[in-house]
Antibody, heavy 121, light 112 residues
Framework: QLQLQESGPGLVKPSETLSLTCTVS??????????WGWIRQTPGKGLEWIGS???????YYNPSLKSRVTVPVDTSKNQFSLKLSSVTAADTAVYFC?????????????WGQGRLVTVSS | QSALTQPASVSGSPGQSITISCTGT?????????VSWYQQHPGKAPKLMIY???KRPSGVSNRFSGSKSGTTASLTISGLQAEDEADYYC????????????FGGGTKLTVL
């Protein structure tokens, strides 16, 4: 059974870079037909798609976060990551890694358990 | 890509049916049958309940059904049970770019 697990610091200082890693088990990140991405959840803004990547390297980012986001993939480790730069308190959220499928990859068919990241000095 | 609009809360008694609406625009919900619905219990990750408007993943109860009319998608839960109490989110392909999803603000379902 496919499992996704987020890892990384739970506390990040303002203006620094938030870095999280998602480890995929029970399946290969190199499987065709899927994108792998990040979604965050805040009490105020609900669920927000951040960005997603295909094992081939093709990627898409939310236009509102595009200037600060990268989603690298490491197929040898069956992992992908999130790097969000210049963070502020508004980036405090639970960050989920996820697998996308469907015609436009609009189906989020698997989710990690989530990682709470707080931005504070 | 604007967020989809859902009611903040709905409620129903055990055994009853409820419907949660999700309103988008002609660019997203109105143009594609690509709406999915997620159930989220407190402290847990969302769980896929409906995809492509009305399809259920394996293992999801047939008490959950989805539909769409115009720019509004709907999730109906029949025969309400206590364990259905959760937050529900709709999600749609955004339509304006080759890739991207937009979510609804979420609806809190209370089983009375």
């Amino acid at each position: 059974q496919l499992q996704l697990q987020e890892s990384g610091p739970g506390l990040v200082k303002p203006s620094e870079t938030l870095s999280l890693t998602c480890t995929v088990s029970g399946g290969s990140i190199s499987s065709s037909g899927y994108y792998w991405g990040w979604i965050r959840q805040t009490p105020g803004k609900g669920l927000e798609w951040i960005g997603s990547i295909h094992y081939s390297g093709s990627f898409y980012y939310n236009p509102s976060l595009k200037s600060r986001v990268t989603v690298p993939v490491d197929t040898s480790k069956n992992q992908f990551s999130l790097k969000l730069s210049s963070v502020t308190a508004a980036d405090t959220a639970v960050y989920f890694c996820a697998r996308h499928s469907g015609s436009y990859y609009e189906i989020i068919s698997s989710w990690g358990q989530g990682r709470l990241v707080t931005v504070s000095s | 890509q604007s967020a989809l609009t859902q009611p903040a809360s709905v409620s129903g008694s055990p055994g009853q049916s409820i419907t949660i609406s999700c309103t988008g625009t002609s660019s997203d919900v109105g143009s594609y049958v690509l709406v999915s619905w997620y159930q989220q219990h407190p402290g847990k990750a969302p769980k896929l309940m409906i995809y492509e408007g009305s399809k259920r993943p394996s293992g999801v109860s047939n008490r959950f059904s989805g539909s769409k009319s115009g720019t509004t998608a709907s999730l109906t839960i029949s025969g309400l049970q206590a364990e259905d109490e959760a937050d529900y989110y709709c999600c749609s392909y955004g339509g304006s770019t080759p890739f991207g999803v937009v979510f609804g603000g979420g609806t809190k379902l209370t089983v009375l």
